[in-house]
C-alpha cells in the first residue's frame, strides 16, 4: 500500500511544478491565454488523478475475491471536470483555439508526470549497495 501513496504524491508534486513551469514560461512567450489555459489543465488533470487515485487505493485494500473497479459516480465527475476545463478553455479564445489546446495540453502534464516516475523510479525506495 505504501508504494502506492509515495507514487500518488510524488506525481501529483512533479506534475504541479511542471504545471506552474510551463505557465510561466508560456506567459511571456504564447500570451496570457495559453499560460491560463495550461494551468487550467494542469490543476484539473492532477485533480482528476488525485481523487482516482485515491478510491483506488482503497479498492487495494479490498480482499481479492472479487473483481473491484471504480463507481460510475466517480468516473463520471472525472469527465464532467474534463469537460467543464474543456470548455472554459475554449471561451478563453473562440477564434484561434489557443486556449482549447492549452487546457488539452495541461491534462497531459500529470501523464506525463507518471511516465517520468515510472522510467526513473525516484518514487521507490533507494537500494544500497
Given at each position: 500500500?505504501?508504494?502506492?501513496?509515495?507514487?500518488?504524491?510524488?506525481?501529483?508534486?512533479?506534475?504541479?511544478?511542471?504545471?506552474?513551469?510551463?505557465?510561466?514560461?508560456?506567459?511571456?512567450?504564447?500570451?496570457?491565454?495559453?499560460?491560463?489555459?495550461?494551468?487550467?489543465?494542469?490543476?484539473?488533470?492532477?485533480?482528476?488523478?488525485?481523487?482516482?487515485?485515491r478510491?483506488?487505493?482503497?479498492?487495494?485494500?479490498?480482499?481479492?475475491?472479487?473483481?473491484?473497479s471504480?463507481?460510475?459516480?466517480?468516473?463520471?465527475?472525472?469527465?464532467?471536470?474534463?469537460?467543464?476545463?474543456?470548455?472554459?478553455?475554449?471561451?478563453?479564445?473562440?477564434?484561434?483555439?489557443?486556449?482549447?489546446?492549452?487546457v488539452?495540453?495541461?491534462?497531459?502534464?500529470?501523464?506525463?508526470?507518471?511516465?517520468?516516475?515510472?522510467?526513473?523510479?525516484?518514487?521507490?525506495?533507494?537500494?544500497?549497495?
Amino acid at each position: 500500500m505504501e508504494p502506492l501513496i509515495k507514487f500518488r504524491l510524488f506525481a501529483v508534486r512533479i506534475s504541479m511544478a511542471l504545471t506552474l513551469l510551463a505557465a510561466a514560461i508560456a506567459y511571456p512567450v504564447l500570451g496570457r491565454t495559453v499560460s491560463i489555459g495550461l494551468l487550467l489543465g494542469g490543476l484539473a488533470g492532477t485533480l482528476v488523478f488525485w481523487v482516482t487515485a485515491r478510491r483506488l487505493e482503497k479498492l487495494a485494500n479490498k480482499s481479492s475475491i472479487g473483481l473491484y473497479s471504480l463507481p460510475l459516480g466517480w468516473r463520471m465527475a472525472g469527465f464532467g471536470v474534463y469537460i467543464a476545463v474543456l470548455l472554459r478553455g475554449y471561451t478563453l479564445d473562440k477564434e484561434g483555439f489557443s486556449g482549447l489546446i492549452a487546457v488539452v495540453a495541461g491534462l497531459f502534464i500529470i501523464r506525463f508526470a507518471a511516465i517520468l516516475l515510472g522510467l526513473t523510479g525516484l518514487d521507490l525506495p533507494k537500494e544500497e549497495e
